[in-house]
């Protein structure tokens, strides 16, 4: 179905795998096309219900965009090129369902601003993060500029994108941009144990927080007002009767 990508549907979480292992997993425009055709696939079909975005190999998860990709675009272009890929990562970004990344190797320019895109992160222990765009006298395109900064804070976003150093997963951790550190072997399971625990909570409901944690960055959005319209929403929902039914009927809730 794709010539970039690997998908797989288990247990309702889908797989997207980034399968150019020669290349370091490197974003080349048929790679952003087939991810978005692939993430309107997680929006659309319903035996979806979360989604893991990793690479293959044991080398990288995303190492950067296809340079050589770059030598052709026009300086007019360049933004229309950007603007694509902010289309795709918002797209990721808003997904109703969850969408985390599981980070096996390098994750650099726009391997990183695509697993920022996700709704959390875990990484291998070999894993390296970072933004080194400044070397090819450019800037991060694709949201890094921002998210980095929400993440890491506005000082260290900025020494990571001027001098374009990488960090190790155990940086990344600390500074908040990963969750959890795993071994390479352990990644994926662990990435499915915290899915397969959200998946016994509402759908309803999950939806409701990745639009409400979204909203506060939103400049566009009063994030306390798109809470309470959330939360107002929710509480009409199905999902809602059932949890709170099964909590005074002490028995767990399932939710449809």
Sequence with gaps: MYSTLITNLENKIFTITVNRP???NALNQTVLNEL???????????????????????????????IAEFVAVQDDEGAS???????????????????????????LGGGCELAMACHFRLASTN??????EVNLGLIPGYGGTQRLTLLVGKAKAM????????????????LGLINYVESPENLLPK?????????????????KVIAAVNAFFDK??????????????????DDKKEGTAAFLEKRKPVFK
Excluded: H, R, W
Aim: with cysteine; net charge negative; proline share 3%.
């Design 81 to 107: 090129l950007a603007k694509k890929g902010q289309e795709i990562f918002f797209k990721i970004e808003n997904c109703p369902k969850p969408v985390i990344a599981a980070v096996n190797g390098f994750a």
């Design 191 to 207: 990435t499915k144990e915290i899915l397969n625990t959200i998946l016994t909570k509402s759908p309803v409901a999950v939806s």
């Design 127 to 132: 894993a390296k993060f970072g933004q080194p």
């Design 36 to 66: 978005s055709s692939a993430v309107d696939k997680a929006y659309s079909d319903t035996e979806i219900k979360a989604v893991i975005i990793t690479g293959a190999g044991e080398k990288a998860f995303v190492a950067g965009a296809d």
């Design 159 to 174: 020494e990571m994108m001027m001098t374009g150093i990488m960090i190790s997963a155990d940086e990344a951790k600390a």
């Design 220 to 237: 566009q959005k009063n994030g306390f007002d798109e809470e309470a319209d959330l939360f107002g929403s929710a509480f009409s929902s």
């Design 22 to 24: 020669d290349k370091l």
